[in-house]
């Protein structure tokens, strides 16, 4: 049968695990709380730094909004774009916009753009038609989807049908790739 | 669960009431006489004598070291109540119910309470059929009344327990399970009423009516003065007459108190003025049939009052007449609880001060795996904001190279009025060339001021001006648009306007546009 303890046990087994709590936290508490002051830093380092990102990424809100604006107005995501068919595509989508419009498509000549300016082709187009569709085949091009600009333009009347223009462009398409940044090549 | 009752020694036995300490140690016993000031407090000098008393008496009888004493108190003061509690699981929950109850029932608090209780009956199912309930009956006075007391104890070395005289003489008594009844004690001035029911005392009531009532009706009946009214009520004047009959007036006034109780009732008188032999009969007879009135003062014996006889028979065996104790120091059935509570509370402050203290070294450890996340992600997206600085600085790009074809157009249309245009050639970089054949020199002259007018042309140059043999002038022209920061803002006519211009003045209609229904120059 076991015996109850005291009140002089009692205080004496209190007095003795206070005793030995406070050796332990001596003795072992230091490099405990130095292992944890270290992580702490730590911690502190990576929450100053994930702060300055936040900023960064907040900074580029506001483009983001920019980007996403001039790809509506332009109608095309730069991302999408594949190089090996942009020419094509974009001639392509040049005589159906042309022929949309009723335009009737002369000789077509598509040459290599100069890599200098960042374009990846020449479209040399010739065509005759009404003034309204040679104005709306103008328009449209801004809003076909592939990134091109007329680098110029050449109105003459047509012989054959007074109602109607002849219309010469020098179209540049312009090559996405060639705007991003190259990744530097390690050293050998 | 039982109630905490007197300790099972006790070397002393004391009563005191509003002007007696009566004492018995052993088989002696003694009576002081007390003083007491206006408040009801004793006199300083009361309880110096009363000290010396009492250390000359216990002197007398032997006793040395630290005593033990039982003290019965006078009801005045005290209250009574009887409490029905939900039973409850532990003593601890048990102690904390019965607590509040004091609380809720007593208008002072129990901290300034001495107080006890016992159980009365037992526990049994609530009369709604809910928990089963315990009635109680709980005693308690101010712990200053016991003040000067324990200040006579202490000189004295004496542990004092208080219970109350009213339940000692009840010991004393010892009355049957089953009977009913109660004890009237009489004082000077007052006596106290305790009633039984077969679960034991039930209530305790102080009645303004004393031997002082006896006295003065003996005074008033008989013609006697006040020395031989005192004599003749103590049975001292043997020789006197019959005088009964003169106390009747007197007690008579008992009967409205002690009818309540109703017919079976045994009603045992105590205190000096119940010495008259008289008494009791003639209080019988007042009440009438079915009511017992019993002496319990001559009863006493050697051991002084029945209060002391009561203490004496319950020390000698506890459990058959337990007394209720008046726990005058600090409460600690309650204190226990609140201690721990309080124990608790400072254990939950230091672990605060302790989590408030690690807490910067808890953060790192708990949140570091949540921020590593968000840092692998923010990296993540790092690489998608260089995407989006290329994509913006190709569109831009795209947006500055697109040069105003429409817009020049809708100009060199509005300027040539009756002019046939032909060849027109632009350029992104802004270079303009036309050929055009028009009526006389002023329209070209006009024409030229229109394109500078218009504020989008610049360098503009006739290179060639030929009369024709159709009285016309050919024009070779070449220009400059102006770069974008330069341009003027471009009004645009509709052409629904246009057809009403005549008749109104023009109005801007809105910016430049490169709608093609705006634009139609003139061929």
């Known amino acids: 049968m076991k015996r109850a303890l005291t009140d002089q046990e009692k205080r004496t087994i209190r007095i003795g695990t206070v005793l030995v709590a406070v050796y332990l936290a001596l003795f072992f508490g230091k490099p405990i709380w130095k292992h944890f002051a270290t992580r702490a830093e730590a911690y502190q380092t990576q929450v100053a730094q994930a702060k300055s990102m936040r900023q960064v990424v907040q900074a580029y809100e506001d483009k983001a909004l920019v980007v996403k604006k001039l790809m509506e107005e332009f109608h095309m995501d730069p991302a999408t774009l594949k190089r090996a068919t942009l020419v094509a595509e974009t001639s392509a989508a040049i005589q159906k916009a042309a022929g949309a419009g009723g335009l009737q498509t002369g000789p077509i000549r598509e040459s290599s753009g100069r890599s200098s300016a960042k374009e990846a082709a020449t479209i040399q187009f010739e065509g005759s038609g009404p003034v309204p569709a040679v104005l709306a085949l103008l328009h449209n091009l801004q809003t076909l989807g592939f990134p091109v600009v007329i680098d110029t333009l050449q109105l003459t009347a047509d012989p054959k049908n007074p109602m109607a223009l002849k219309v010469s462009m020098t179209i540049l398409v312009l090559d996405f790739e060639a705007w991003k940044k190259k990744e530097e090549a390690p050293n050998a | 669960m039982t109630a905490p009752g007197l300790p099972q020694n006790a070397d002393i036995f004391i009563e005191i009431s509003h002007d007696t300490w009566a004492a018995l140690c052993g088989h002696e016993s003694v009576a002081f006489p007390l003083e007491r000031s206006e408040n009801g407090r004793l006199t300083d000098l009361c309880r110096e004598r009363l000290t010396q008393r009492l250390r000359g008496f216990l002197s007398r009888q032997g006793k040395r070291g630290r005593l033990t004493a039982w003290c019965a108190l006078e009801a005045r003061g005290v209250s009574l109540r009887r409490l029905s509690l939900p039973a409850a699981s532990s003593k601890e929950e048990f102690h904390r119910i019965l607590h509040l109850q004091i ?347 229109k394109l500078i007018d218009s504020g989008w042309f610049a360098n503009v140059v006739v290179e060639e001006q030929t009369p024709t043999q159709d009285r016309h002038v050919s024009v070779r022209m070449t220009a400059q648009l102006k770069p974008l920061a330069a341009r003027k803002e471009l009004i645009v006519e509709s052409s629904a306007k246009k057809t009403t211009a005549e008749k109104e003045p023009p109005t801007k209609s809105g910016t430049a546009t490169n709608s093609p229904a705006a634009v139609k120059p003139k061929s």
Request: hydrophobic share 45%; proline share 7%.
């Open chain 2, 103 to 449: 609380e809720s029932e007593f208008p002072v608090s129990p901290q300034e309470l001495a107080w006890g209780w016992r159980a009365v009956g037992a526990s049994g199912p609530a009369a709604n059929g809910g928990a089963p309930r315990r009635d109680v009956m709980v005693a308690a006075v101010k712990r200053e009344m016991l003040e000067d007391y324990e200040r006579i104890f202490s000189a004295c070395g004496i542990s004092p327990f208080f219970t109350l005289a009213a339940l000692a003489r009840a010991a004393f008594y010892a009355a049957p399970s089953a009977s009913r009844g109660a004890i009237l004690h009489i004082g000077r001035t007052g006596a106290e009423l305790v009633s039984f029911e077969q679960s034991g005392p039930v209530a305790i009531r102080l009645l303004p009516w004393g031997g002082e009532n006896l006295t003065r009706a003996l005074q008033e009946e008989l013609g006697l003065n006040r020395e031989e009214a005192e004599k003749l009520k103590r049975g001292e004047n043997t020789g006197a007459k019959e005088w009964s009959g003169a106390l009747e007036p007197a007690v008579a006034l008992l009967v409205p108190w002690l009818k309540p109780l109703g017919a079976g009732a045994t009603i045992s008188l105590t205190g000096k003025p119940a010495r008259d032999p008289s008494l009791a009969p003639l209080l019988r007879q007042l009440l009438g049939e079915g009511f017992s009135c019993a002496n319990l003062e001559v009863a006493a014996g050697n051991e002084g009052t029945p209060a002391l006889a009561g203490l004496k028979k319950s020390a000698a065996n506890p459990s058959a007449f337990p007394l209720l104790l008046l726990d005058a120091k600090e409460d600690t059935r309650v204190v226990a609880p609140d201690g721990l509570a309080a124990w608790k509370w400072a254990a939950a402050a230091a672990v605060l001060a302790l989590i408030i203290l690690c807490f910067p070294y808890l953060e790192s450890v708990l949140l570091a795996p949540r921020l590593e996340k968000k840092l692998a992600s923010l990296n993540a997206e790092k690489g998608r904001l260089e995407t989006i600085d290329e994509e913006l600085a190709f569109l831009q790009n795209l947006k500055q190279e697109q040069p105003p074809y429409l817009d020049a157009l809708y100009l060199l249309a509005g300027a040539a009025q009756g002019t046939r245009l032909e060849p027109l050639s632009m350029s992104r970089h802004g270079d303009v060339s036309l050929r055009a054949t028009m009526a006389n020199g002023q329209q070209v002259t006009d024409f030229r001021s």
